[in-house]
């Protein structure tokens, strides 16, 4: 079945490490995004790809950092400029032709 | 531009009773409307959608929606909650451009159920 992957499902950071989360997708679409979730704040918006090789900003990208060598591929990382990482991340594909986004199952990240 | 509100933060029913989650919209071009569900920890599911055609949508699990341009709200309705319905429900407008699209969240609405 087609979908998308998200690894790990939780992941423990050490105060001033990088780390980087998975989002892998099977559904040829073309365009990735990362949303950051916070109790009581709905989504928000990291990063986002339309194309491979290609990414922009999204609302709150300061501190994160992505890639977007494949299609099938969007790896976000959490650099220590993130001051505060501790959130649950969902990664997201939609195509130019369906309407709506298809979601990962999420990663949550705590900063130990 | 465009913006979505979800009225209220939370969402109380007693199990066997009408759900009604609210949402309304703004948008300077004619919107596709959307219902995402979320369970604890996990991804967003999407519940329906809608994109120009019928003004009432009907979606998984007995959910449906109904767009009201005069009234710019596309609210949730569901005719008797179940236990599983318990979640947080996500509306989301978009709003598609040059082959891409702008989507916008709300903050979501928690709903209970009650037994």
Known sequence: DGGITQSPKYLFRKEGQNVTLSCEQNLNHDAMYWYRQDPGQGLRLIYYSQIVNDFQKGDIAEGYSVSREKKESFPLTVTSAQKNPTAFYLCASSSRQAYGYTFGSGTRLTVV | ?115
């Open chain 2, 1 to 115: 531009a465009q913006s979505v509100t979800q009225l209220d933060s939370h969402v109380s029913v007693s199990e066997g009773t009408p759900v009604l989650l609210r949402c309304n919209y703004s948008s300077s071009y004619s919107p596709s409307l959307f219902w995402y569900v979320q369970h604890p920890n996990k991804g967003l599911q999407l519940l329906l959608k809608y994109t120009s055609a019928a003004t009432l949508v009907k979606g998984i699990n007995g959910f449906e929606a109904e767009f009201k341009k005069s009234e710019t709200s596309f609210h949730l309705t569901k005719p008797s909650a179940h236990m599983s319905d318990a979640a947080e429900y996500f509306c989301v407008v978009s709003v598609t451009g040059g082959g891409y699209q702008k989507v916008t969240f709300g903050t979501g609405t928690k709903l209970q159920v009650i037994p």
